[in-house]
């Protein structure tokens, strides 16, 4: 039987004490689909030996076929569920999203982990907390890719998919919409919702309509110690995904977010100035 993990991850460090959990399991497929035939007393009635209307009703002018009851079936048991972890930057949302996946794994569900290839901060294989947390993981540059490297098969076994940085997925609304409501995955969704310029960042918004729970992470203003909502992104650099970490930027709540775009677009302009003067007397 295939692991759910990429080969590679075998010999991974002692950072992985338990990583024998996300091993893939062969289990019995149970339908929660209960029978629709069953038989209650009607309390309404004193003659206990009366029974409910059955939760079909088969007559000569108003029948449901085997075939449509199977379906009915079908897709009952094989609905999934979609749940949205979002917030600034250093609010714990990659935290949230391995303490949800190891708590998958140990109730006995089989779980598999993606992020985006974009980001190699701490390496391709793993995804890494601020704090130095780590899971292994599939790094992606696309989600539709992913069925077909992890494995048909071994997809199919599949229960649970983490994504994390999902705002660098453009087809994270595809992907989620498929899994979830074709393949019967759990999906837990980590990303952005914002970007340093509080728009919105990538696909991750998209995906809200689809979602049965949303989670809306705040990290610690850096400044003040309020309830941070943004990223204040501290370079002067103007591309919407630009990858970083302390170095680049910070949370912070809404007074000194306004507060530090104002020192940013002034310290802009300031460079900006300086530039135009030095290549005036040149």
Known sequence: MKSILNPKFSSLSSNFPKLSSFSLFSRPFTSSFRNNQSRFSNPLCLNQTTTATPLFIVSSTNSISKSQNRTLQATASTSGDIHVIMGPMFAGKTSSLISRMKSESANGRNVAIIKSSKDTRYGLDSIVT?????????ALSD??????????????????????????????????????????????VAGLD?????????????????????????????????????????????????????????????????????????????????????????
């Open 130 to 138: 601020h704090d130095g947390a780590k899971l292994p993981c599939w």
């Open 143 to 188: 989600l539709s890719s992913f069925k077909q490297k992890f494995g048909v098969d071994a997809y199919e076994q599949l229960d649970v998919i983490g994504i994390d940085e999902a705002q660098f997925f453009d087809d994270l609304y595809d992907f989620c919409r498929e899994a979830a409501d074709h393949d019967g995955k759990t999906v837990i």
């Open 194 to 282: 914002g970007n340093y310029l509080r728009k919105r960042f990538g696909s991750v918004l998209d995906i809200i309509p689809l979602a049965d729970s949303i989670t809306k992470l705040t990290a610690r203003c850096e400044i003040c110690g309020k309830n941070a909502l943004f990223t204040l992104r501290k370079t002067q650099d103007t591309q919407v995904e630009l990858i970083g970490g302390v170095d680049v930027y910070m949370p912070v709540c809404r007074q000194h977010y306004v507060n530090g775009q104002v020192a940013v677009e002034t310290a802009r302009h300031v460079v900006e100035s300086n530039k135009v003067e030095c290549g005036s007397h040149t």
